[in-house]
């Protein structure tokens, strides 16, 4: 009896190892840190994850079970990002939660290719708005990537390089998606980060433009 109930234990625990390592399924390159990711990152001009958790928190685990490893996010997140192992029981994973005062488990740290334009996710079991953050920072990423480039070419400043984008994503979206209000199509690109209110600013002044320009045709010319 005693050796069945042993037998029977040790299968629960091989069971639940399992279980959580399945469910870990996301591509991590590596947990030991940053320094050895974004030469990859810049090169490939792919965002960083990092999935902060712990392997002893009942809330990680469940987050990690039911969000994480479903296929939608995890084939997403291995495909559009590099990503980090960010667990607390390992050193990289303590040292940056505490760098960054990460003080909720789990969390997702979302970074650019050059780690920098920190963005960390709000932490939701509904799926549409967890999936939502995480698709719109590759949007934003994007985004940053085309104001370097007018930048360096242009001579203008990122403000004016981020206003110029704005105004020629305005454009397009006032001919496909015009029933559709301004704000609304403008954030469906952008993450909360401030240098991203010059984007904003520059789709929404273009899209007033645009209307204007249309009401002037409607307007019959006087005789």
Request: proline share 3%; hydrophobic share 40%.
């Amino acid at each position: 009896m005693k050796l069945r109930n042993i037998f029977i234990l040790l299968l629960l625990l091989f069971t639940s190892f399992q279980t959580y390592s399945q469910i870990r399924g996301i591509s991590y390159m590596s947990k030991e840190g940053l320094d050895n990711i974004i030469p990859y990152a810049k090169k490939d001009n792919k965002p960083i994850l990092i999935y902060i958790h712990s392997q002893h928190c009942y809330t990680s685990k469940k987050f990690t079970r039911e969000i994480m490893s479903s296929d939608s996010i995890r084939k997403f997140v291995s495909r559009k990002y590099y990503c980090i192992n960010g667990d607390i029981a390992q050193k990289f994973g303590t040292a940056y939660a505490k760098k960054h005062d990460i003080l909720i488990l789990p969390s997702i740290v979302l970074l650019a290719p050059d780690g920098n334009h920190l963005f960390q996710v709000d932490m939701t079991y509904d799926f549409d708005i967890l999936f939502g953050q995480i698709g719109r920072y590759v949007s934003t990423c994007s985004i940053l990537m085309q104001s370097e480039l007018l930048k360096s070419t242009s001579n203008i400043t990122e403000a004016e390089a981020l206003t110029k984008i704005g105004a020629s994503y305005a454009k397009t979206d006032f001919l496909k998606r015009r029933d559709i209000h301004p704000s609304e199509n403008c954030s469906r690109f952008l993450v909360d980060i401030n240098k991203l209110n010059y984007f904003k600013n520059g789709y929404l002044l273009q899209w007033a433009k645009l209307l204007e320009e249309d009401k002037k045709k409607a307007i019959p010319a006087s005789k």
